[in-house]
């Protein structure tokens, strides 16, 4: 370190020189490099501590082009620190602060050319020129800030008034409510008392109607054993009450596979899986097997309307046919629900509902019976309606639309934004979509999150999140910055990072004068 230090010691000699000039120019004494605020540390009568406080130094070594501070203070004004701070004053304009590796880099980064000082003339002083802009600039954005700030005013206003509106919306619909709940409730019990009544002005119809389909059954059920003895007779060929493989194997309809025999196995199918079968074993699990297969050998194994049909009489296809040991009546009592049941749950669907006939005193208490139904699914249906209305306005209610307010009429307007690929849409307070100008379907890119700004301010960036999921990565999101301007408009869409989009969206509900729009900057 002494040996480097000597080296220097000439360079510092000079730098010292230099150190003086500059204070004879300033107004405040202070290295080059060095900022009016930071001036008093940097004492020339006392030793220098860096800032981080490890070293202390002879003030002779500040800026003597080496670096001693681990912090780089005591290079404010070279390089020789890789991570020192360069201030430049630019007087006119405002002031800035560098990594001193630019200074004498070649490359003006200062507008007063302060970071070139080793070739003199390397940089022209821009700053009075750069601060007029500026200032223009700045001038531009107050009266753009002024103007806008009216329009936000009237924003805050209509936002404050659609809040009120709001809530005495939310409290009419709460009054609603309990009044819609009231209705439903006297709804229920008239509802109730009438349907007690007509229960008991129907018990003498039900009963018939209960006795009624028992009688049908018990048909169905004789017609079915009936049908199932007469064929049990028939394949009984040796009569001796059992219905054995060998006589079964005599019917062709028996052949599933059709291979132009009845095997064992195709034959025991039929006997449900028994060597033979008594007439009651017959009825009840041989011939449900049996009869789809008798109707698919006389071809009415097909729609209903086949076999209703008056001109396709199923008895003119089987007449006398001897594969007809199945006669005429076999197919008519066929019942079409047990060869497909799909088809009969169809048909019951399709069914129009009995129209039952009462009497005029019976019929006018169903009708009032049906009049209170009717009335409580409308009071039902009332509650729910006001229901959903309290739960839209609550979460309008609990929506953040700015620290005033200023952007609750903003919620739901959409703007759009074109460029070369796509047609961008951003509706407040909702979602961001993308489409693509070649066709396609629209993309999410984000459903309306939170206020998400940086800096202080959480108002001036609006997060859309989980968009759809880009492929082989994340969802999409959009972050919308949101600026001053006298008009709601995006005036520009990026996708910075893939499936991450940026719109910049310009709003007078930013335009916020009680918020300072630059950073301040002294020294001007
Ligand atoms: C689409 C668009 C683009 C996106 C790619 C990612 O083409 O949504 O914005 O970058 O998908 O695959």
Known sequence: MVYFRWIYKFYSFILVISYSVICAQSDVPRPRGVSLSKASLYSPTKDFTCFDGTVTIPFSYVNDDYCDCFDGSD????????NGVFHCTNAGHRSQNIPTSRVNDGICDCCDGTDEYAVPGTCQNTCEE???EARAEAERMAELLKAGSQIRMELIEKGNKKRNDMAEELSQLENDKTEAEKIKE???????????KENEVLKVYREAEEREKQKKNEEEDNKTKAEATEHFTRFDSDSDGHLTIAEIQTRSFCDKDKDGEVSEEEAKYFLAEHDSVDLDTFITQSWPLI???LMLEHGLFRGPKVVESDDHEPEHEI????????EHEDI????????DPSQDDHEEEAEPEPTQQYDPETQQVVNEASEARRQLVEAERTVREIDSNIRSIKQNLEKDYGPQQEYTTLDGQCFEHEDKEYVYRLCMFDKVTQRSKNGGSEVGLGNWGEWAGSDGNQYAAMKYTNGMGCWNGPNRVTTVNVNCGLENKINSVTEPFRCEYKIELS??????????????????
């Open 332 to 339: 008519e009592d066929v019942d079409q629900a047990d060869i």
């Open 507 to 524: 709003t007078p509900a930013a335009c916020d004068d009680s918020r300072p729009q630059h950073a301040s900057h002294d020294e001007l």
């Open 130 to 132: 750069l601060g007029k």
């Open 291 to 293: 009869k789809p297969f």
């Open 186 to 196: 006297e709804k229920e019990a008239i509802k109730s008392e009438l349907e007690a």
């Open 75 to 82: 290079e404010p004004g070279t390089s020789a620190c890789l």
């Open 319 to 326: 007449e006398g046919e001897e594969a007809g040991d199945m």
